[in-house]
């Protein structure tokens, strides 16, 4: 059992539904104990129309890979998704915590799992990958990929939100990150206008990756 988490301060976020979940973040705590703006832009595109206003959701088979508080993962959960919230061991109690303060507002399922990226499997691939905000340091981004491609079908899509920051190496890091992304995997980003009228940004993309034909065919 992992001790009870203290200090938090919860934002809360309303969807398109009406329901307003409550997500719990850390006062003190590395990058993932915070809800950080790609994963706003990433849920709300979520319940747009390419999603049926959130109605596709429901019974897919849904990672959210390097989830933080979660938010992500239990949006799609609410919208009936069968969702695996992933992130380093540490972030179990609190991804646990999200989870269960929304869990009333939750009509699919979902799970918290340790996924150290490159390191573990979840030994199945799935109907989507989701990851925000991601893509944020060098050492991390083979096994990213890694683990991203380990979860992929022909049939999987990944959609992967990120803030284009344009101090020191990130644009490198963004660069190298496509690199590798496009080695197995097709890319379609997804225009302003696809995505919520109000939770867009020109420097916050989505990417929608799904793998290439001669990576899956045996
Ligand atoms: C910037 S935060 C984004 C959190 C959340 N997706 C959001 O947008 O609110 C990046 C997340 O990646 C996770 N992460 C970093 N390295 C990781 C690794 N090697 N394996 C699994 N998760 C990792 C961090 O713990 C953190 O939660």
Redesign the pocket.
């Known amino acids: 059992m992992s001790a009870p988490i203290e200090n938090t301060f919860i934002r809360e976020l309303e969807m398109k539904n009406g329901q307003i979940l409550k997500i719990h973040q850390l006062e003190v705590g590395?990058?993932?104990c915070?809800?950080?703006d790609?994963?706003l832009v990433l849920c709300k595109y979520l319940e747009t129309a390419d999603f049926d206003g959130g109605n596709s959701w429901r019974g897919l088979d849904v990672v959210?890979?390097?989830?933080?508080?979660g938010?992500?993962g239990v949006y799609a959960a609410v919208y009936g998704a069968d969702v695996t919230v992933?992130?380093?061991p540490e972030?179990l109690p609190l991804m646990n915590l999200n989870i269960n303060t929304n869990k009333h507002h939750i009509t699919g399922t979902a799970v918290a799992q340790s996924?150290?990226?490159?390191?573990e499997s979840l030994e199945r691939t799935v109907d989507y990958v989701l990851?925000?905000?991601?893509i944020?340091?060098e050492k991390?981004l083979g096994?990213?990929v890694e683990?991203v491609c380990s979860l992929c079908s022909d049939k999987t899509v990944v959609l992967c939100c990120y803030e284009q920051r344009t101090t020191g190496n990130k644009p490198e890091l963004e660069r190298k990150f496509l690199e590798l992304m496009l080695e197995a995997f097709d890319v379609e980003d997804i225009p302003l206008e696809r995505q919520d009228s109000l939770f867009r940004s020109d420097d916050i993309l989505i990417k929608r990756f799904q793998k290439k034909k001669s990576h899956t065919e045996t």
């Open positions: 590395d990058v993932g915070v809800v950080w790609a994963a959210d890979v390097g989830a933080g508080t938010v992500l992933t992130d380093l972030f996924l150290q990226w490159g390191e990851m925000a905000d991601c944020y340091y991390s096994p990213l683990t």
